[in-house]
């Protein structure tokens, strides 16, 4: 699941995907079976390749957010959308270089809520934060609800960009409840996190706003149609070959 998603976010250009290897595991010479190998998001010249004086990585995660992991100092609830934030990089932040991440996050989260287009496009870059929502729906990702696992870095006078794509256990509608007896992918097709109407989140998942609020400006609409409308015939094909 992993790797099949690290190739897609790849040639949909969703920016630093790690690279996954397979690798047979033997231990005292006793087979233990076929693991994969993949880099750790982090910020370094063959990683997240940002500026390591201005740059900034952060994911939204449930798990390292403040609820699930409130003795941590490197995190916070976002100012509008309340999303539950990590800094990943800088490492160890100072309370001022938190409340400054929080207050710039602040300004993209008021132009979102906003749906002002021109706003958010020279805040965010567009494409990725496309290619993010469409990688989740394709894959079936319920973490996007969560949300989990979900990066984006800033580099130096740069834009929000999402990225790097991780974490897939939770996606192709994988059946939890029988997963020691069975694993179940994908019960039905008309099943979608989105949904038709993102903006009034009709999908079966309640995703963040933050995510779906500019499917209420019709541009975007516009846009993330015409980005779909470039993969949607190869994304079959081209992953298989």
Sequence with gaps: MNVYASITAKWMGIPYTTPVRFAELFIDGEYRGVYQIAEQVEVGKHRVAIDETEGVLLTIDADDGPELSPS??????????????????????????????????????????????????????????????????YLYNVELAAPRSIFLFRDKGGKYTFGPAWDWDAGYDFNWSGMESNHTFFTSYTETILGSDPYNRNGDYRCPRFFTDMFGNARFVRQYKEQWNTIRDSLYTRNWE
């Design 72 to 137: 941590e100092t490197d995190n916070f609830w976002t100012s509008v959308y309340r999303l539950p934030m990590a800094v990943k990089y800088p490492k160890d932040p100072t309370s001022e270089q938190l409340t400054q991440i929080k207050n710039d996050f602040a300004e993209l989260e008021r132009a979102i809520q906003a749906k002002d287009y021109e706003l958010v496009n020279s805040l965010l870059d567009m494409p990725s934060f496309i290619a993010m929502l469409q990688l989740q729906e």
